[in-house]
């Protein structure tokens, strides 16, 4: 029989991990989107630091922890670059997964694309996380993750951000746009300090045949 507690920590995930739901309580006021990414790789520190926020998702003496002497040392107040990731986001899977086979999303309707295309660009730190660190690190990457909703009129298209900080991880906030201006962005870490230098040179290898259009700059 599923208790009370388990019934309410279930939903307390639920809403934690699901922010989507709330895509349509933008606020009123413009935010920068790097303002709006450091401001969620705070929040994503500090609930690193909180043994109450850890032990609701994981109990006290949980062993998936060992992330966390690294996060709560780090300085992560101003970023030694940051970088933005834009393009053909339906198709980027393929290259961050070998076993996955590619598809044809050349049938699907206008609406349908974007909606596989923002799913997939939201899930790319796990994607990476999950060949870089295991289970382990795919489940506090998840725990920590923040997002927030906020109006940004100048965002056109969908992109991540990618904040570095010399040694410690880097963090990647996906932004995707909504109606009116809205925006939601979800913060998450990628738990390897090469993430970076190894996009880079993932995306160096893509070839012109592929029909893969990917774009990373360098913005501050």
């Not at 289970?135 to 920590?144: F, H, Q, T, Y």
């Not at 993932?202 to 070839?207: A, K, P, Q, T, V």
Request: hydrophobic fraction near 45%.
């Amino acid at each position: 029989m599923i208790t009370r507690k388990i019934k309410l920590t279930f939903a307390v995930m639920v809403l934690i991990l699901c922010p989507a739901m709330i895509f349509a309580g933008a606020g009123k006021k413009d935010k920068t989107l790097i303002d709006q990414g450091l401001k969620l790789t705070s929040l994503i520190k500090e609930k690193a630091g909180s043994k109450e926020y850890i032990a609701m998702f994981f109990g006290p003496q949980s062993q998936l922890t060992e992330f966390l002497p690294d996060l709560t040392s780090a300085d992560y107040t101003t970023p030694s670059s940051v970088h933005c990731l834009s393009g053909d986001f339906t198709q980027i899977s393929t290259l961050l997964m070998s076993e996955v086979q590619e598809a044809d999303f050349s049938s699907i309707s206008e609406i349908m694309g974007k909606d596989i295309s923002q799913r997939i660009l939201s899930v790319i730190p796990n994607m990476w996380n999950s060949m870089s660190s295991g289970p382990s690190g795919i489940a506090m990457a998840n725990v920590l993750s923040s997002s927030s909703v906020f109006v940004c009129n100048d965002l056109k298209e969908d992109c991540m951000y990618i904040f570095s900080f010399g040694e410690a991880y880097p963090v990647a906030v996906s932004f995707l746009c909504g109606e009116d201006g809205a925006v939601f962005a979800k913060a998450s870490l990628v738990l390897d300090e090469d993430f970076m230098s190894s996009l880079e040179e993932m995306l160096s290898e893509i070839s012109p045949e592929s029909g893969i259009k990917m774009k990373l700059e360098k913005i501050r």
